[in-house]
Nanobody, 126 residues
Framework: QVQLVESGGGVVQAGASVRVSCAAS????????MGWFRQAPGKEREFVTS????????YYADSVKGRFTISRDNAKSTVYLQMNSLKPEDTAVYYC???????????????????WGQGTQVTVSS
């Protein structure tokens, strides 16, 4: 299994931007499709965005489309989530996830992913 460590969360005001990162180790990063999920208190974990192995394909939840951008640097074994125009409802613990795959595809369900990071808190104040 690949090991994942998120970083970059924090407390920001509404309208601000934050970039969170997820560093992978232990396996060949380019063999993994990656995803970001989030979980707010009292709510289920929800899909945010995902990216294919090479980065050629991405997919976003409607709630973040146009505000968030996922990207990856396979040479650095890192996936990023750039979050702009943040809203209080974006407050959550953000998790990155990895799925070993041979296809150039993205995945959207938590059960699609076999490895998870510990999460990083993002709090957006109004």
């Amino acid at each position: 299994q690949v090991q994942l460590v998120e970083s970059g969360g924090g407390v920001v005001q509404a309208g601000a931007s934050v970039r969170v990162s997820c560093a992978a180790s232990g396996r060949t990063f380019s063999n993994y499709a990656m995803g970001w999920f989030r979980q707010a208190p009292g709510k289920e974990r929800e899909f945010v965005t995902s990216i294919s192995r090479s980065g050629a394909r991405t997919y976003y939840a409607d709630s973040v489309k146009g505000r968030f951008t996922i990207s990856r640097d396979n040479a650095k074994s890192t996936v990023y989530l750039q979050m702009n125009s943040l809203k209080p409802e974006d407050t959550a613990v953000y998790y990155c996830a990895a799925r070993l795959t041979v296809s150039e595809y993205y995945y959207t369900r938590p059960n699609d992913f076999g490895s998870w990071g510990q999460g990083t808190q993002v709090t957006v104040s109004s």
